[in-house]
Structures are given as structure tokens and as C-alpha cells.
């Protein structure tokens, strides 16, 4: 399963390690996804949210 927000689509970003020497290497910029219940069809679910998602509104905790 692939680390990305269900509402918004968000996923990981590529970027660059630049060390001391200005060597650079690759790197990979996670978004910050949480585990949050949600109401969907009638049943409550699992899904990965990003956190801006949950600050906007655009998705309701199921309790």
C-alpha cells in the first residue's frame, strides 16, 4: 500500500542531501500521514490522511 493521503493525493517528493562539501545525494520528503476512523458507506474505516487535510476540514472523524 502506497504512503499517500485518500483525500488530496499527496505522496512523497524527491529532493537533495547537500552535505558540508556540497556532495549531494538523493532524498525522499514523507508527508505526514495519520491513521484517522472515518465514516464511509455506512461502515467506519481506516484511512491515511495527511495532516492538512485533517487541519482543512475535508475529512470527518467517525467516533
Known amino acids: 500500500m502506497p504512503r499517500v493521503c485518500e483525500i ?3 505522496g512523497r517528493q ?3 542531501l547537500i552535505s558540508h562539501s556540497h556532495k ?6 514523507k508527508p505526514n500521514l495519520q491513521s484517522v476512523k472515518v465514516r ?3 461502515k467506519i474505516t481506516r484511512i491515511l490522511v495527511c495532516t492538512k487535510c485533517i487541519k482543512a476540514g ?6
Do not use: P
Not at 549531494?24 to 520528503?29: F, T
Not at 475535508?58 to 467516533?63: F, G, I, L, P, Y
Open 8 to 10: 488530496c493525493g499527496k
Open 14 to 16: 524527491k529532493g537533495h
Open 24 to 29: 549531494v545525494s538523493n532524498r525522499h520528503l
Open 40 to 42: 464511509k458507506g455506512g
Open 58 to 63: 475535508k475529512v470527518e472523524r467517525a467516533t
